[in-house]
């Protein structure tokens, strides 16, 4: 259901990890990812504890929105903090341009709010570094991939060399 309120045409998510999943519309076609702060957060409170959140990434990178979940935080103040605004302003933001902007926390809910922000932050970084380390990995698979084949390529060639009636056997030196 919170992943609904993120992405309204999500029809079904899958899990990567405890805390990432990818969000699927009703042809198995990626919409984007939905980002959970807990375990990465779990050490941030607020003033009554920690604000578990969702956040989802489309697949452009950008912020299209976030769910707090239930928490400990008292009713009247913590619904100061969502009058706010506070989840809207990272809205539309790509990931990496959200966590530099400057968010100020709400007055007379500066604990909850400073959670929230450094809870958004957190997670959101980590992502960032998550998505980083994918591709880099796929970049060495790619590249192991191609060594790999080079080398059959190179041995296949050093065999040909070898048979005596063979195209490339004036090459056997």
Not at 50 to 64: A, L
């Amino acid at each position: 259901e919170e992943i609904k309120i993120i992405f309204p045409n999500a029809s079904s998510y899958q899990k990567l990890s405890q805390n990432r999943a990818i969000v699927l519309d009703e042809k198995s076609q990626k919409l984007g990812e939905a980002l959970h702060t807990l375990p990465d957060c779990k050490d941030l409170k607020g003033f009554a504890g920690n604000i578990p959140m969702i956040i989802g990434i489309d697949s452009n990178d950008k912020i299209t929105g976030i769910v707090t979940q239930k928490n400990s935080e008292t009713p009247p103040f913590f619904q100061k903090v969502i009058d706010s605004g506070i989840l809207d302003k990272w809205k539309n933001l790509v990931a990496s341009e959200a966590i530099n902007i400057k968010v100020d926390a709400v007055t007379g809910a500066t604990m909850s709010s400073s959670c929230i922000i450094k809870s958004f932050k957190t997670r959101v970084s980590n992502h960032i570094d998550e998505v980083k380390k994918e591709k880099e990995l796929l970049i060495k698979k790619y590249w192991d991939w191609a060594y790999e084949a080079l080398a059959w390529f190179f041995l296949a060639l050093s065999i040909l060399a070898y048979l005596p009636k063979s195209a490339v056997a004036k090459y056997r030196k």
